[in-house]
C-alpha cells in the first residue's frame, strides 16, 4: 500500500510535470486540475488511455486516459506538416498518447527519485476502449484530472500493480 504522503508526491510531480509538458511542447494551458486521493471506487477510462508501470520502490501502473477531441488536438499538433494516410492515423494517435506518457514520467522519475532507487518504466501500453475499473478491496486507486480548453484527461494512479494486468484487468480473484 502506498502511504498517504507518497501518493501525494507522486500526483504532485506527476501533475506539475505534465502541466509543464503541456504548456510548453503542445502550448496548451490546464485551466482546472482536480485531486481525488482517497473514496475513489472506479476508475472510467476515455477514449485513448495510454498505461505505464512504474516499478523500483513506487510499483504503480500509471495511465493518462484521453477524451477523443483533446487527443486528436495534439495529435494534429504533433504531426502538423507530416502527411499521414487516413488508414494509419489511428496507430499515429496511439503513438502520441504513448510518447505524451514516456516524455514525461520519463522527466518525472529524477524529481520522484533524487538519490534513492532507480525507477524502471515500461513501455508504454495503449488501451483503445473506454471502460470502467471497480476497486477491489486491496487496491487503491488515485486520479488527476485537468481540463484544458480543448478537452479533458485524467491521469490515474493504479496501485499495487501487481493485481493488474497491461490492460487494467484483475490478475487473480485470491489477491484481492
Keep these: ?17 505534465t502541466k509543464l509538458f503541456l504548456q510548453t ?9 482536480q485531486f481525488y486521493q482517497s473514496y475513489v471506487t472506479a476508475l472510467k477510462l476515455r477514449h485513448l488511455t ?13 495511465a493518462y486516459s484521453f477524451e477523443k477531441k483533446l487527443i486528436h488536438y495534439i495529435f494534429k499538433l504533433y504531426t502538423q506538416g507530416i502527411d499521414i494516410e487516413p488508414e494509419e492515423q489511428d496507430q499515429y494517435i496511439a503513438e502520441t498518447a504513448g510518447d505524451i506518457i514516456n516524455i514525461i514520467v520519463g522527466n518525472a522519475t529524477q524529481d520522484l527519485s533524487p538519490a534513492g532507487p532507480i525507477i524502471t518504466l515500461s513501455p508504454p501500453i495503449i488501451i483503445t476502449e473506454a471502460k470502467q475499473i471497480i476497486r477491489a478491496r ?28 497491461e490492460n487494467l484487468n484483475y490478475v487473480s480473484n485470491e489477491k484481492l
Design 25 to 33: 511542447e503542445i502550448h496548451l494551458t490546464v485551466d482546472q486540475t
Design 138 to 165: 486491496k487496491a487503491q486507486f488515485f486520479t488527476v484530472e485537468m481540463i484544458t480548453g480543448e478537452g479533458v484527461f485524467n491521469i490515474f494512479f493504479i496501485a499495487p500493480k501487481e493485481l493488474f494486468d
Design 1 to 17: 500500500m502506498l502511504a498517504q504522503q507518497d501518493t501525494k508526491q507522486i500526483m504532485d510531480v506527476i501533475s506539475n510535470r
Design 50 to 62: 495510454s498505461l505505464m508501470s512504474l516499478g523500483g520502490n513506487i510499483g504503480i501502473y500509471l
